[in-house]
């Protein structure tokens, strides 16, 4: 399947205790004290036309969220092209250097993010694009609570393509 956006959802946390809801309305939304901050985008491939690529995603999640990072929406914002990616390709890893993979079923988390941690999201896209230029990512991040869950953006992922003159 080919997206140009990428949800990545969280199992719900069972047996949450009081002191660890964030902030939750009468209406039964719910949403972070204080929410995840988005670090960067980055990618060690910015040559266009690659293929066999990946963009990677960076989210610290405070001690003071309140709540543990239940869904991460990636959406490339317009540009002169769209990137596709490749869902079944999605690993997440918890930890700042560390490659603890987070398993994952179809774009889904085993596990939630608990505050406190350091998210890295890699994704790889069907390629990269064909023209130079910089391709803008809007980042969401969402609490526990499904449907009722408030989403914040938290930021934006810049990445670079351009030419490579050694094959051009």
């Not at 918890?94 to 774009?107: M, N």
């Not at 230029?133 to 609570?145: E, K, N, S």
């Amino acid at each position: 399947m080919r997206l140009q956006w990428l949800a990545i959802a969280l199992v719900e946390i069972v047996g949450l205790t009081p002191q660890s809801l964030g902030v939750e309305f009468a209406d039964g939304r719910v949403a972070f004290d204080q929410p995840p901050a988005f670090v960067e985008a980055n990618t060690h491939s910015p040559h266009l036309w690659l293929t066999h690529t990946t963009y990677n995603f960076i989210v610290q999640i405070p001690t003071t969220a309140g709540e543990p990072l239940a869904r991460l929406d990636i959406q490339q914002l317009p540009s002169m092209e769209t990137i596709y990616f490749l869902p079944p390709r999605t690993r997440s890893f918890v930890g700042d250097r560390s490659r603890q993979p987070i398993p994952l079923g179809e774009v889904t988390f085993d596990s939630p993010v608990s505050p406190g941690s350091s998210l890295r999201v890699e994704v790889a896209p069907v390629g990269n694009p064909y023209w130079e230029g910089m391709y803008l990512f809007a980042v969401t991040a969402f609490p526990r609570g499904g449907d009722r869950a408030l989403g914040q953006n938290i930021g934006m992922g810049r990445l670079q393509f351009y030419r490579n003159s050694h094959f051009f």
